[in-house]
């Protein structure tokens, strides 16, 4: 799984994208070796030290280890457990809403004289 997310995360270096990542380990000090271990470049939150059950998984209601939810740049989650080529291509159709959506926000405010 994280050869693709570090791809992932490569590939959009250049694009309003975040990959953020929750760890449920319990150990924090191994937490931080895996993740130096395993390259991850993101950031990662602890769940704390109730592992899975966790206040960031309770919250969020996290039942299966992995859980992906892709946000779009609202704070709307627009999907879930994707991975792989479908995790691309919700992330990339995502991505062209917004520039569709800024691009719209530029011609309105350029009909509008610039204000």
């Known amino acids: 799984m994280y050869p693709h997310e570090r791809s992932l995360v490569k590939r959009l ?7 953020i ?9 191994a937490l931080a070796a895996r993740l ?9 939150f602890w769940n704390g030290p109730k592992g899975t059950g966790g206040p960031i998984s309770t919250k969020w209601n996290v039942r299966a280890w992995p859980t992906i939810y892709i946000l779009d740049h609202k704070g709307i989650i627009r999907a879930k457990n994707k991975r792989g080529e479908a995790m691309d291509e919700v992330v990339d159709r995502l991505l062209a809403e917004l520039e569709r ?4 926000a530029g011609e309105a405010k350029d ?4 204000r």
């Open 111 to 114: 009909d509008q004289g610039g």
């Open 21 to 29: 990542g929750v760890n449920s380990d319990p150990d924090k000090e």
């Open 101 to 104: 959506e800024r691009a719209g």
């Open 13 to 19: 270096a250049d694009k309003p994208f975040a990959l």
């Open 36 to 44: 130096k271990e395993e390259n991850i470049t993101w950031r990662s």
